[in-house]
């Protein structure tokens, strides 16, 4: 899912509706690689923080922060019941894959049976299982 973004919304800081395309079919890529082709990952892409695909639900997410540049939130649940976590601030997509890749890969190789990605990154310790608000905006990775 992703907001229409760069240069519909004045708000915009990033593309999102556009980037979205391309960067599917390079995770999409990622995926078959590791043996995953037709994994369900719940994805959003915002072009800014206010939300409007609502990045805070998503698997992995992608809200801009400048054009080409992204925080990178993980962890959320696939039904929508616990929200992601700030992973990166202010990345760039090569630096966003190269994030994703090995756990991606992990994920192929060690995960349980009927295991969402956002539950899969929590089971493993990649990210804590956060219970206050400022542990949810604080980086995890510098």
Not at 50 to 66: Q, S
Not at 106 to 115: G, L
């Amino acid at each position: 899912m992703a907001c229409v973004a760069l240069p519909t919304c004045a708000l915009a800081m990033a593309e999102s509706e556009r980037y979205l395309p391309t960067f599917l079919s390079k995770l999409e890529q990622i995926m078959s690689d590791v043996g995953l082709p037709e994994e369900l990952i719940n994805i959003r892409i915002t072009g800014c923080p206010n939300g409007c695909a609502r990045p805070y639900l998503g698997e992995i997410a992608l809200t801009g922060k400048a054009v080409g540049r992204y925080n990178l939130n993980l962890g959320a649940d696939f039904s929508g019941q616990r929200l992601n976590r700030l992973y990166l601030e202010n990345v760039d997509e090569t630096t966003i894959l190269n994030t994703l890749k090995p756990m991606i890969e992990q994920f192929a190789a060690e995960r349980e049976q009927d295991e969402h990605f956002g539950d899969f990154l929590i089971r493993v310790g990649i990210l804590g299982a956060e219970r206050t608000p400022e542990m949810m905006h604080k980086p995890l990775v510098d």
